[in-house]
C-alpha cells in the first residue's frame, strides 16, 4: 500500500452521473483486484427508481418472478411503511447470479453510489462467488433464465387451468417453502438451465416409477397383498424425508404434473435462497468489511474528498449500530459481522497472549486478507461463530446467555463474558444461527399405502417447544390438499412418543379447485 | 462492468401480483371501505387511501416454533447481570425476547394495512353500482381527437416499423431479384476449403472461386433489407364521440332547511357526481336553489349562503327544464336530476309540480332522484305524496327518504343498485 494520496478526486459535490459511477467503479475495481485480491463474477449495475425498488423487495430482490397475491401483498406493505415515511428504502440490492447485478438507488448521492458499489457489487459478489454453500447450492449462471421460465410456466398454467387453480397450488406450496429444501445429501450442483427441458421427461419417468402408488387406488387394490414389504416401500417412498415439498412433488397420488411442476419451481427457488439465510451475518460481514477497506483506501489515495468521507463514515456507523438488548433483542448482522471480520484483521496483525492461546493458527499471521478470504469460502454462520468468536469480542459486546425455563420462577442469566462463559456464550450465539435449531425439526415418515393413503408427519419435539397451534392447522390443511388424502402430524419426543397429534382431510372446496383445473 | 440504467422501464411491474392481491382481499377491502366511509370527508371521497383490514385470511402460514417448552437467547449489553442471576418474567407472555424468535419477519396478528389507489378506491366503494336505464344513452357528437391504425406508409418514426410488412417486402425483393442464399455461400466457401485442403481437382477450385466471387458481388449489391422495403404503421387522426351528462341539483333552501338537512343533501349530491364521473368522459352541474323562486347559483352559494322564504318547488323543476332547452339539448346530453328537499311545498303548487315533472322533466332525464331529508315522524309530506303519484306511472323517478348521515350511502347504494341483484326488500 505504498501510494497515498496524490490522485485526482473522483467526483465533487452530491450528484452523480453515469460517468462519476464509471469512474468510482474503476478506482474500487483496482483497490478490490489489486490489494483485496477479490474474486468476483462480472458486474452489473442497474440505477433504480424507489418504485422499482418496492418492486424488488416484493419479490425477494428477484428481477424477475412469478405472479402471486403474497408478492402483492408485500408491495403493498411496503409502499404503506415507505409512503407514511415510517421507514426508508434499502440503498441497494444485490443478486447472486451470474453477472451479479446490483440496484442501486437513484436517490443516492455520489458518495452512497460508491459506497454500495464497493459494498455489493465487490464485497457481497465475491462472497457469492467464493463461499461453500452458495457454490453447492446455487446455480448463479443459471437462475435469471429459470427465473423467466418459472414466470412464463406459470403464466401458461394460469391461462390453461384457470388463475385460481394455480393460486391454490401456490398458496399450499407457499405454505411448505420452509420445509422445501434438501438439507444433506447433495450429489451435484443444480444446473437450472437443464430444468426445462427436463420437465416433459421428468412427467413420463414419474408416472413410471410411482406406480406403485397408483396400484393402490381402489379398482386394483384388491389385487395386492395386503401388508406391502416394509423396507421396500420406505426405499421407494424415500422415508423419512425431510423436504416436504419434494415428497409431494414425487409421491402424491392424485396431482397433475403441472402442479408438480409448479411445487418443483417453488422448490427451487427457496432452495436457491437456502444458504442467504444461514449466511447472513457473514455475508453482510464481508460486504461491510470490504468497503470500509475500500472506501479508507479510496480516501487515502486521496480519491474521495474528507467532507465525504465523513458522508460515508456516519452512514457506516448507522449500518453497524448494535442497540442494547433492552431496545431490541435482534442482533444486527452487520454490526456482528463487521465486528468479527474486523477482530479477524486485529488478530491476525494485532495479536494480545489471548488471541495466540484462542488463535493459534491464525494469530500474528500478518495476511489478514488471506485469513479473511478463506474464511469467507469455508463457513457459514453458525460454524463462522463457533470458531472465530473471541473473547475480546465478548467482552467488548458484553454478551449474556439468557435461559427461560419453564418449570423455573425466572429466568436465568446461564453465562456472561467472564472466563468461565467464553466458550459457552460462544456455543448458545452459533446455536442460535444454526438452521437446524430455527427450523422444527418435521420429517415425512410414513404411507399407509395399503389403507386409507394417510401420510404421518412427525415433528421432533425438542425442549418441550412444539409447533404454534393454530398456523400449523392452517400448514397441514395446505398439506392434505396437496397429498389427497388424510395427513397426520404428530409431535413426537425422543423416544417417538407422541405427545400431541393434529389432523386434517382435504377440503372438498379446495379439491374442487385442484382437481377440475 | 455494465451500468444499466432501469428507471426509464414502463412501472407498474408489481400490477399482476396487487391485481391478484385485491382479489384476495377484496372482501375485507370492501368492508374496510364502507366502514371508512362514514369518518371521511365528502372532499376526500374520491382520493383513494389508506385501508386497513384484518390479517387473518390475508396470512401465509408456515411451520414454526410457538413460544412454549424451555428457550435460550445470547444477548448483548449486559451491564449488571452475574452467572447464575434470575431475572422476572417480562409480563405478556414467556420467552424473555426469545419468544418472538419464530417470527422473522416481525408480522404478527396486526390487521394488515395498504394504500388503495383512487380507482381501486372508487372501483369498490361503487362496486356492482349501474347507472338506472342506459339505454337511451347518448353519445356526444366529436368531443375529441383521437388516433387509431390506419395501414401503412413508407415514412415514419422507428418505433413504428412495421417489422412483418418490412422483412415481407426484402423477402420478395430478395426473390425476385435472385439474391444468393447465405448458405449457398457458406457451402461453396467450404467447398473450396475443402478442395484447398485436398489438393486436388484445381480446375474445379478455380471454377467455385470464380462462383463464390460471383455469389459475393451479387450478395453485396442486392442488400438484404433496402430501404424499399421498409414500412411503418400509420396512425390516423380520428374524431372521438365521448359520453357526456350534465346534473341537476336541486335543492331547497328555504328557512325549514337546517344546516343539518343541507349536509345531508350535499353528501347525497357528491356521492352522485363521483358516480356520474366514472360514467362519464365529462360531467357538468348544474346547480338549482329555490324557495318560492328558483335560481342558478355556483356551488359555494348553493351549500353554504341562506335565503329565507316560502317553498315553491315548481320553479326549480321550470328553471331546470328551461336550462335544458338552452343549454343542454337531451340529444347530445345525458340529464341527471337530483333533487333533495325536506318535503315542505306550498299547498296549492302540488298538481303544478306533478305535471311538470310527469310532461317536462322525465321525459328528458335519465334518472331523476329525489331524497327526502331529516324528517322523522311524518309519513307523508306534500311532497312525497305529489311525487308518488307520478312514480306510479314512471320508472325514472327513484324516492326516498334520508334521516342520518349513516343512511345516505346504502339510500344511494340501494338507488343505483345493478338491476341484475336488486329487490332484495
Known amino acids: 500500500m505504498s501510494d497515498q494520496g496524490g490522485r485526482a478526486l473522483l467526483y465533487r459535490g452530491l450528484d452523480w452521473d453515469f460517468d462519476t459511477i464509471r469512474r468510482v467503479y474503476a478506482a474500487i475495481e483496482e483497490i478490490a483486484q489489486k490489494e483485496l485480491g477479490l474474486d468476483t463474477y462480472p458486474n452489473q449495475i442497474e440505477v433504480i427508481s424507489a418504485e422499482q425498488m418496492l418492486d424488488a423487495y416484493a419479490s425477494n430482490g428477484l428481477p424477475i418472478n412469478y405472479a402471486h397475491w403474497s408478492f402483492g401483498k408485500r408491495f403493498a406493505q411496503h409502499e404503506a411503511v415507505y409512503r407514511k415515511g415510517w421507514g426508508g428504502l434499502a440503498y441497494e440490492i444485490v443478486i447472486n447470479s451470474d453477472p451479479c447485478i446490483s440496484y442501486i438507488m437513484e436517490a443516492n448521492t455520489a458518495t452512497m453510489q460508491t459506497l454500495v458499489i464497493a459494498h455489493a457489487a465487490f464485497g457481497h459478489n465475491h462472497f457469492f462467488k467464493n463461499n461453500y454453500l452458495f457454490r453447492a447450492w446455487t446455480d448463479a449462471e443459471g437462475i435469471i433464465n429459470y427465473l423467466d421460465f418459472a414466470k412464463k410456466y406459470i403464466t401458461r398454467c394460469e391461462e390453461e387451468y384457470g388463475k385460481r387453480a394455480v393460486e391454490v397450488i401456490l398458496d399450499a406450496a407457499h405454505a411448505l417453502t420452509s420445509h422445501g429444501v434438501h438439507h444433506y445429501q447433495r450429489r451435484k450442483k443444480p444446473e437450472l438451465a437443464m430444468e426445462e427441458r427436463r420437465e416433459r421427461e421428468r412427467q413420463l419417468y414419474h408416472e413410471r416409477v410411482y406406480d406403485d402408488l397408483w396400484r393402490t387406488v381402489p379398482t386394483r387394490a384388491a389385487k395386492r397383498p395386503a401388508n406391502v414389504d416394509e423396507a421396500r416401500r420406505r426405499a421407494l ?149 463457533l470458531q472465530y468468536l473471541s473473547p475480546r469480542l465478548i467482552r467488548e459486546w458484553r454478551f449474556f446467555h439468557l435461559v427461560d425455563d419453564p418449570s423455573q420462577p425466572h429466568l436465568r442469566v446461564a453465562a456472561i463474558h467472564n472466563e468461565a462463559g467464553y466458550r459457552r456464550i460462544r456455543r448458545a450465539l452459533a446455536r442460535q444461527y444454526d438452521i437446524g435449531q430455527n427450523r422444527p425439526d418435521i420429517q415425512v415418515v410414513d404411507v399407509d399405502l395399503a389403507g386409507d393413503r394417510r401420510l404421518i408427519v412427525h415433528h421432533k419435539v425438542e425442549n418441550g417447544v412444539f409447533l404454534k397451534a393454530d398456523e400449523a392447522e392452517q400448514v397441514l390443511q395446505q398439506l392434505a390438499n396437496l397429498w389427497g388424502y388424510e395427513v397426520l402430524l404428530a409431535e413426537v419426543d425422543e423416544s417417538g412418543r407422541s405427545l400431541r397429534e393434529h389432523k386434517a382431510a382435504p377440503s372438498p372446496a379446495t379439491e374442487i379447485a385442484y382437481r377440475t383445473g | 462492468m455494465y451500468i444499466v440504467d432501469r428507471r426509464l422501464n414502463p412501472g407498474g411491474k408489481s400490477l399482476g401480483n396487487r391485481q391478484r392481491f385485491l382479489r384476495r382481499a377484496r372482501e375485507l377491502a370492501r368492508r374496510a371501505v364502507r366502514e371508512g366511509i362514514k369518518d371521511r370527508s365528502i372532499k376526500d371521497l374520491d382520493r383513494g387511501g389508506e385501508v386497513t383490514v384484518p390479517d387473518r385470511s390475508l396470512r401465509e402460514p408456515v411451520l414454526r416454533r410457538s413460544s412454549e417448552g424451555l428457550h435460550d437467547v445470547v444477548l448483548p449489553g449486559n451491564k449488571e447481570y452475574l452467572e447464575g442471576d434470575t431475572i422476572a418474567r417480562p409480563p405478556g407472555g414467556s420467552g424473555g425476547g426469545g419468544g418472538n424468535e419464530g417470527s422473522p419477519d416481525g408480522e404478527g396478528e396486526d390487521d394488515f394495512r395498504f394504500v388503495l389507489s383512487q380507482d381501486e378506491y372508487l372501483d369498490i366503494f361503487l362496486e356492482d353500482l349501474e347507472l338506472p336505464d ?136 357528491m356521492l352522485l357526481h363521483i358516480f356520474l364521473r366514472r360514467r362519464y368522459h365529462h360531467v357538468e352541474i348544474v346547480f338549482i336553489r329555490h324557495t318560492q323562486k328558483a335560481e342558478e347559483v355556483d356551488e359555494n352559494t348553493f351549500f353554504y349562503s341562506t335565503e329565507t322564504g316560502g317553498t315553491v318547488v315548481s320553479t326549480a323543476l321550470e328553471l331546470m327544464a328551461q336550462i335544458c332547452t338552452e343549454r343542454y339539448r337531451p340529444d347530445d346530453w345525458n340529464i341527471y336530476g337530483a333533487q333533495a328537499s325536506d318535503g315542505d311545498n306550498e299547498y296549492r303548487d302540488g298538481p303544478k309540480v306533478a305535471a311538470l315533472l310527469q310532461d317536462a322533466i322525465l321525459p328528458l332525464s335519465q334518472y331523476f332522484a329525489y331524497i327526502e331529508v331529516g324528517r322523522s315522524g311524518i309519513d307523508h309530506s306534500e311532497l312525497w305524496g305529489s311525487y308518488e303519484t307520478v312514480k306510479q306511472k314512471s320508472d325514472v323517478l327513484a324516492m326516498k327518504k334520508v334521516r342520518s348521515r349513516s343512511e345516505i350511502y346504502p339510500v344511494f347504494r340501494e338507488l343505483f343498485r345493478a338491476k341484475g341483484q336488486a329487490q332484495e326488500r
Open chain 2, 134 to 269: 342506459l339505454r337511451k344513452r347518448k353519445l356526444a357528437t366529436a368531443e375529441k381527437m383521437g388516433h387509431r391504425r390506419g395501414g401503412y406508409t413508407t415514412a415514419g418514426p422507428p418505433a413504428n416499423l412495421a417489422v412483418m410488412r418490412t422483412m415481407r417486402n426484402s423477402l420478395s425483393r430478395r426473390i425476385a431479384l435472385q439474391r444468393p442464399k447465405l448458405e449457398r455461400e457458406q457451402a461453396l466457401a467450404q467447398e473450396i476449403e475443402d478442395l484447398e485442403r485436398e489438393g486436388s481437382d484445381p480446375e474445379r477450385l478455380a471454377a467455385l472461386r470464380l462462383e463464390l466471387d460471383k455469389v459475393r458481388l451479387r450478395m453485396r449489391r442486392i442488400a438484404y433489407i433496402d430501404p424499399l422495403d421498409l414500412r411503418f404503421h400509420q396512425l390516423v387522426p380520428q374524431r372521438k364521440t365521448v359520453a357526456q351528462a350534465v346534473m341537476f341539483c336541486l335543492m331547497d333552501v328555504s328557512g325549514s332547511m337546517t344546516e343539518e338537512m343541507k349536509e345531508l343533501a350535499k353528501r347525497f349530491f
Open chain 1, 237 to 385: 417412498l424415500d422415508l423419512p424425508q425431510e423436504n416436504l415439498l419434494y415428497f409431494i412433488e414425487r409421491t402424491a397420488p392424485r396431482l397433475r404434473p403441472w402442479q408438480r411442476e409448479i411445487l418443483r419451481i417453488v422448490r427451487q427457488i427457496a432452495q436457491y435462497f437456502y444458504p442467504q439465510g444461514q449466511t447472513q451475518v457473514m455475508n453482510e460481514g464481508c460486504a461491510t468489511y470490504c468497503h470500509y477497506a475500500i472506501m479508507n483506501r479510496l480516501s487515502e489515495r486521496g480519491q474521495i474528498s474528507d467532507g465525504h468521507f465523513l458522508e460515508f463514515l456516519q452512514s457506516h456507523t448507522n449500518v453497524v449500530f448494535q442497540p442494547s438488548f433492552e431496545q431490541s433483542p435482534r442482533i444486527n448482522p452487520y454490526a456482528l459481522g463487521f465486528a468479527m471480520m474486523s477482530d479477524i484483521h486485529r488478530i491476525c496483525v494485532d495479536p494480545t497472549e489471548e488471541d495466540r492461546e484462542w488463535f493459534p493458527d491464525i494469530a500474528g499471521s500478518g495476511s489478514p486478507t488471506e485469513v479473511l478470504k478463506s474464511v469467507w469460502a469455508e463457513y457459514r454462520d453458525e460454524s463462522f461463530i
